[in-house]
């Protein structure tokens, strides 16, 4: 079974620029949103450290993976380049998702391992369970990992799904993204006792709460998680806490029913800056640095821009293509 990679400063780098770059191609998709020429957008924006510091403890290529619709970031750290997914936001035909033809957030790659989802809320939850059971089953040492909301955890498919994969010991991750918001719906009135780690110990598994800030905490912890599939100890449930800096989408104002108090004290802590210092504490990062990586992706981000806005639409013809088989 190949062992994980260790964490090397390079890598911690490059998991950094993978968060720069999750960034600066939300601001851009936000700028054409008020532009008009994007429709409609989900932000991972206070959840990119968490989701790219889960992804660099696992293997894309040999694990599989369960996004769901803000893991932006997540998709970037399994190897889509800026390019693709901007064509996803402008519903290009090249889009390799869905050929254009999918809410941008369903990322699927199937050379990479990644399932694509639906906009539900939860059903990527049993179906990674039963994709644990078959890579079980197939032997190989990999691993699926599944991500969601804390609002997703109030839904029967978040239970079956880790009853199920708790009972066949499958190797699967469940991580959960919360961040205490289910659109306008606090967690208080969507998740019955005092969080969703908690819940783990009614399936008899390992549940863990880690700071979503911290790239380090949440990268030991998928590590640890991961071991634990490969080797045969079945799931983990880990509870990653996020902020939410954006509106649930581009499609809802937050303002309308949060407090501006909080929400301008969590502006003030976003992750980004606290991972950036961290580096730069463990002399891994120089701010010439900082600032050569963020040219470097500002350029990526422009250029990706041109080609997807650029590239042709799909096909009318093409629309009913993977909703009804071709008769
Ligand atoms: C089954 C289902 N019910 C409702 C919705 C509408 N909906 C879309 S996202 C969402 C909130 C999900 O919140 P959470 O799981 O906490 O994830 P977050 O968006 O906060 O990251 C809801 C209710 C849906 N897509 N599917």
Redesign the pocket.
Known sequence: MPEAKPLTPERVLEAYRTVLRARALDDRRFVLNRAGKLAFI?SPRG?EVAQVAAITALQPGRDRFCL???NFAAALACGFTPEELMLAAFARAADPSSGGRQTPGNFGSRRRGIVIGS?????QIPKAAGIGLALKWKGEGALCYVS??????S?GDFHEGLNFAALHRCPVIFFC???????S?P?SL?VAGPGVAERAAAYGIPGTRVPGDDFFAVHATVAKAAERARSGGGPTLIEAEVL?LQS??TDDDQRAYRDPVELAAEALKDPIPRLRDALLQRGWLSPEIDQTMRDDVNREVERATEVAEAAPEPEPGSLGHHVYADA
């Open positions: 989900i959840h769901y619709y803000r906009s539900t809320v939860g059903p969601f909301g804390e609002g997703a955890t839904q993204e919360n961040n205490h918001w289910a659109i719906v967690q969507q939410r649930h989408s």
